[in-house]
Structure formats: C-alpha cells, structure tokens
Nanobody
Framework: QVQLAESGGGLVQPGGSLRLSCIASGDLFGINVMGWYRRTPEKEREMVAQISTEGNTTYADSVKGRFTISRDNAKNTVYLQMNSLKPEDTAVYYC?????????WGQGTQVTVSS
C-alpha cells in the first residue's frame, strides 16, 4: 500500500508562485508514474502534470510553460513548481501514484489564487 502526503498549498496573489510537495511512503516498489491532479466544485478532477520513473513529463495545456513537475527518487518525493499563478488555478491539488495499474491518492492541499 502506498501513502501520499501533500504539502505546500496556501493563498497567493495572481502572478505569484507556490511549490507543492508530495512524500510517498509504504510499499513503493513498482510505482512507475506519479502526478498531480486538481479539483474544484465546478469541475471534475483533472490531470495537471505527470512524471514517469524515467523522468518523462506530461502537462495539461492550461499549465504548460507555468508549472514544472519533478521527482527526487532518493527522497520519494514529487514536486510541483507553480509559477505565474492565475485565479483559475484555484483548486484542491492531489498527489497520485500509479502502481501495477492502480492509483493511490493523497488527502489534497488547497491552493487559492486571489488578490
């Protein structure tokens, strides 16, 4: 079983930056993809960014050029650097890990972009 713990959310002004962190623990053998998703009351949970064990990345069109996902395998941690934040980035952000085709989720961290 994989446990995920997110941190780094908060309130930031438009144009600002935040870095989210996700620490994975438990049975980590076989995890191949980790990523970040977000959800708002108006929208279903959507993929924001993913990164494979080899370092290949995928981004939602809405965040390309502004967000960067990275992972530190030695620390079992995945990061999401978010720059040039917009009010529409306001959401609960969830960390995800895929192992043997099954996904595990963290509890989520709130990101609010507002002046």
């Amino acid at each position: 079983q994989v446990q995920l713990a997110e941190s780094g959310g908060g309130l930031v002004q438009p144009g600002g930056s935040l870095r989210l962190s996700c620490i994975a623990s438990g049975d980590l053998f076989g995890i191949n993809v980790m990523g970040w998703y977000r959800r708002t009351p108006e929208k279903e949970r959507e993929m924001v960014a993913q990164i494979s064990t080899e370092g290949n990345t995928t981004y939602a069109d809405s965040v390309k050029g502004r967000f960067t996902i990275s992972r530190d395998n030695a620390k079992n941690t995945v990061y999401l650097q978010m720059n040039s934040l917009k009010p529409e980035d306001t959401a609960v952000y969830y960390c995800n890990a895929v192992k043997s085709g099954l996904g595990s989720w963290g509890q989520g961290t709130q990101v609010t972009v507002s002046s």
